[in-house]
């Protein structure tokens, strides 16, 4: 492609809203273009490279036996109903009517399109296992769309199902699914991390974020050096503090004016945080979004709640509970703002930490105005509806695998995996004749891969301040041509000639010819990220040009001939 026929529209200035520095060099090299907040169109670089992404995908994928359709982007709203999860996906799924009423959504992932495909067309055990995917736009109405790609309302999604007949069966095919990830991340350039990780709204047992290192990465990861556990923090298991054989002392009503906060009230009383229960309350909503319940969480006073953990212990979904108004909620539940405890509450679902049940004489709010109540001990004052690990593991906890301190660190979740089971071949009716002619539930499995956001991981692990810094497989071209003179005929005739060439040998090259200065043209050329970067220049009439890579500072004067071959060779091994 030459330059000066190309659509391109390079950025000086971008809008304020391209914090990260992927979207700001998306924005800046014209690869994407904003219609809406979160949702964009993509230019010829831009689409390049989100194809070459695809590829890879394609062919990995292909490799497992696994086979492409592609089903529609807009689904009715009864297969949702079927599954449950018309409701419990929440706002997010952005539903949509037709002329007659008739309720749709544009899909945000498709559990429920290919299990109907399997409840319907397969019969027999014969059948499976199979594995069927999909690259196909989603939707997802996100709450806080930004980061360009990174969060966007609209973006393309490889999804894949599989379908087997037991348990055994889903293991291999998950392990296949996991396997195909780490290879395609690794051809895509990107460091990254397979982690355990919650299932979230699509259920299932058992998961697997890959997750790229990034600072400006939304998942944050709790990893160990000494072993190898790593899991999300919403999913990191949390070893609680061993309990305490100390004898349970008189419970003490005390005097405590003002001391809302735990650290207001271990410093009036002179004691630690870790010696105090914290209170966290709760409204819950059902499908019509009306109230219909109260919860109130506790763990130690020293603690962080894990917002994911308390809905798994509810088994409701994330979007029907929210903080509740103290002042609402005390009129039914008898608890007081700043001085709650788990004494004498009522009407509300009480979910304790696992932790607090070994642990003694702990300090907790008396539901009365300016008072707490000291030694509190379960079992003897108070009781759970629900124990269980409802923290966050911090950094600097011990490992729940080994007990070493876990560190934090963040990342960008470009793909997920999940053992599904049975919860679609359930809920929809998915079954299959075993070799006794027995109906067996269909065992499923999903995994997805964020296209447009691996792109955009990419982008973020791969850049200076001058712009993007490509990895061959993914670039949207190989080789830049920087012509530094147009008009001057060698010049052109040579730069033609490398062009052709490489061309014939399968390289994927643009050749910039505009009537620019060559200031302008290397700093276009550091911007786009082109892998290689061959001059031609004054040298040309001697039939030497200039190799440059883009990743590395130095830059080499070769024959014509030698420069080609150099490039080729480069290209053939990265791309
Ligand atoms: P997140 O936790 O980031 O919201 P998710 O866990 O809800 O993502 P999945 O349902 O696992 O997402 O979707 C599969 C993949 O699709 C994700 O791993 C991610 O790479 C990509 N993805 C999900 N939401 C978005 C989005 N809003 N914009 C771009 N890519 C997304
Ligand atoms: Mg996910």
């Keep these: 492609m030459k330059l000066s026929k190309m659509h391109l529209k390079t950025l000086r200035e971008v809008p304020n809203e391209a914090e990260i520095p992927s979207h700001i060099l998306m924005m800046r090299t014209g690869m994407i273009r ?166 979230g709204a699509i259920g299932g047992s058992n998961s697997h974020e890959f997750t790229a290192f990034s600072e400006v990465g939304e998942s944050e990861i709790a990893f160990c050096e000494k072993c190898d556990m790593a899991a999300t923090v919403e999913r990191a298991e949390c070893v609680d503090a061993p309990a305490s054989d100390a004898e349970m002392l008189p419970l003490e009503e005390v005097h405590t004016p003002g001391t809302k906060t735990i650290e207001e009230v271990a410093g009036f009383l002179g004691m630690t945080e870790d010696q105090t229960i914290k209170a966290l309350l709760f409204v819950t909503y059902d499908d019509e979004q009306k109230e219909n319940g109260y919860v109130a969480a506790f763990i130690r006073g020293d603690r962080e709640l894990n917002m994911i953990k308390l809905v798994n212990a509810l088994d409701i979904p994330e979007h029907s509970i929210e903080f509740a108004d103290e002042e609402k909620i005390g009129a039914v539940t008898g608890c007081v703002g700043g001085f709650t405890g788990p004494i004498g509450l009522h009407d509300c679902t009480i979910v304790v930490d696992s932790e607090l049940v070994g642990l003694k004489n702990l300090v907790a709010g008396a539901n009365k105005e300016d008072h707490h109540i000291k030694n509190v001990n379960y079992g003897r004052d108070y009781k759970g509806d629900i124990v269980v690990d409802i923290k966050n593991l911090k950094e600097g906890d011990p490992c729940p695998v080994c007990g070493a301190p876990v560190k ?157 071959a150099k490039a080729i060779e480069i290209v053939n091994n990265e791309k």
């Design 34 to 199: 904003r219609l809406a907040s979160g949702v964009y169109g993509f230019m010829p670089l831009g689409w390049r490279s989100i194809r070459k992404v695809e590829n890879i995908i394609r062919e990995e994928m292909d490799a497992t036996g696994a086979q492409e359709i592609l089903m529609s982007a807009v689904q009715p709203a009864e297969l949702w109903q079927d599954s449950g999860r018309w409701f419990a996906y929440g706002p997010e799924l952005w539903r949509v009517k037709d002329r007659h009423g008739r309720d749709f959504c544009l899909g945000p992932t498709a559990e429920e399109i290919f299990t109907d495909i399997v409840r319907t067309d397969v019969t027999s055990h014969r059948q499976l296992p199979m594995n069927l995917y999909q690259i196909q736009t989603k939707y997802r109405d996100e709450a806080r769309p930004r980061f360009g790609l990174m969060r966007s309302r609209e973006f393309i999604m490889k999804d894949s199902y599989s379908f087997d007949k037991d348990e055994a069966g889903l293991d291999v095919s998950y392990q296949e699914m996991y396997d195909a990830y780490t290879k395609i991340f690794n051809r895509c350039g990107l460091t990254f991390r397979p982690v355990e990780a919650d299932t």
């Design 408 to 564: 934090h660190t963040r990342g960008i979740e470009v793909g997920q995996v999940f053992k599904l089971g049975t919860k679609y071949s359930e809920s929809m009716g998915a079954t299959y004749k075993d070799e006794n002619q027995k109906d067996q539930l269909i065992v499923m499995g999903c995994y997805g891969i964020g296209v447009t956001r691996t792109v955009a991981a990419v982008i973020e692990q791969h850049h200076d301040e001058n712009g993007i810094i490509w990895p061959m497989s993914v670039a949207p071209y190989h080789v830049i041509i920087t012509l530094m003179k147009p008009e001057d005929e060698v010049q052109a005739e040579v730069a033609e000639r490398i062009y052709s060439e490489l061309g014939k040998a399968g390289v994927e090259v643009l050749l910039d010819d505009r009537k620019e200065r060559p200031g302008v043209k290397f700093k276009d050329a550091d911007l786009l990220g082109i892998p290689v970067r061959i001059t031609v220049g004054r040298g040309a009439a001697d039939g030497m040009i200039e190799y440059k890579l883009r990743r590395e500072a130095d830059k080499e004067e070769l024959t014509i001939e030698a420069g080609i």
